[in-house]
Antibody, heavy 116, light 107 residues
Framework: EVQLVESGGGLIQPGESLRLSCRAS????????MSWVRQIPGKGLEWVSV???????FYADSVKGRFTISRDTSKNTVSLQMYDLRAEDTAVYYC???????????WGQGTLVVVS | DIQMTQSPSTLSASVGDRVTITCRTR??????LAWYQQKPGEAPKVLIY???TLQTGVPPRFSGSGSGTEFTLTISSLQPEDFATYYC?????????FGQGTKLEMK
C-alpha cells in the first residue's frame, strides 16, 4: 500500500529542537519529491519545505535557517529537523508528496508538535 | 511569494445545491493550481489539479476552472459527505501557497 507515516511529534519547550520522521511505503522517496506541510489546529495549511528528487531543497521563509529537511533512501524516510522552536511552530505537521504538476497527491496522517 | 485570496471563508448550503468557491491571486500564475477537501481530523485530499483536472476517484460533481488570476471550484449538486473545508493551492518557483480555506457548512 502506498502511504506515508509520520512520527516524532510531542510537547517541547520554546528554544528546543525536535526531529520529525516520515516513513514511505509502496514507493521510493528517492524517485519522488517529498515535502512537509503544517496546520495550526483549527487554522489553514502552510507549506514548510520540499526535497526534490534531484536534490534541490527549499523552505518557507517562516522556517528558513531553523528547519532542515533530509532524506534517507536506505530507510525510505524523509525527516524534518526543527531547531529553536517557537510557540508559533505549534501545528500538526504533515508529510506530503508533491507532484511535478505542483499538487500534493499523497499525505500522511500528521503528527502534532506543541511548543509550550 | 504569491498571495492567494480564497472566498468565501464560510459557505452555508443545502444538499442538492450548486456551490462555487473562488481563489484569486494578485499576479497571473500558471494553471498549476489545485483544490483540496479536508474533513475534521483528517489530512487534506486532492480533488482537482492543474486547475481543471479531476483526480482519479473523485466524483464528477466536482469541477475546477479558471486561469490567470481567478480560479473556481464548483460542486454541482452537494451531497452530505461534501460538507468540509476546501483549500486552493498553487505552485510557483519552488514554493507552494495555500488559500485560507472555505468551510462549507450545512444550512
Amino acid at each position: 500500500e502506498v502511504q506515508l507515516v509520520e512520527s516524532g511529534g510531542g510537547l517541547i519547550q520554546p528554544g528546543e529542537s525536535l526531529r520529525l520522521s516520515c516513513r514511505a511505503s509502496g514507493f521510493a522517496v528517492s524517485s519522488h519529491y517529498m515535502s512537509w506541510v503544517r496546520q495550526i489546529p483549527g487554522k489553514g495549511l502552510e507549506w514548510v519545505s520540499v526535497f526534490y528528487s534531484g536534490g534541490g531543497i527549499f523552505y518557507a521563509d517562516s522556517v528558513k535557517g531553523r528547519f532542515t529537511i533530509s532524506r534517507d533512501t536506505s530507510k525510505n524516510t524523509v525527516s524534518l529537523q526543527m531547531y529553536d522552536l517557537r510557540a508559533e511552530d505549534t501545528a500538526v505537521y504533515y508529510c506530503a508528496r508533491p507532484t511535478a504538476l505542483g499538487h500534493f497527491d499523497l499525505w500522511g496522517q500528521g503528527t502534532l508538535v506543541v511548543v509550550s | 511569494d504569491i498571495q492567494m485570496t480564497q472566498s468565501p471563508s464560510t459557505l452555508s448550503a443545502s444538499v442538492g445545491d450548486r456551490v462555487t468557491i473562488t481563489c484569486r491571486t494578485r499576479q497571473i500564475i500558471s494553471n498549476l493550481l489545485a483544490w483540496y477537501q479536508q474533513k475534521p481530523g483528517e489530512a487534506p485530499k486532492v480533488l482537482i489539479y492543474r486547475a481543471s483536472t479531476l483526480q482519479t476517484g473523485v466524483p464528477p460533481r466536482f469541477s475546477g476552472s479558471g486561469s490567470g488570476t481567478e480560479f473556481t471550484l464548483t460542486i454541482s449538486s452537494l451531497q452530505p459527505e461534501d460538507f468540509a473545508t476546501y483549500y486552493c493551492q498553487q505552485y510557483y518557483s519552488y514554493s507552494y501557497t495555500f488559500g485560507q480555506g472555505t468551510k462549507l457548512e450545512m444550512k
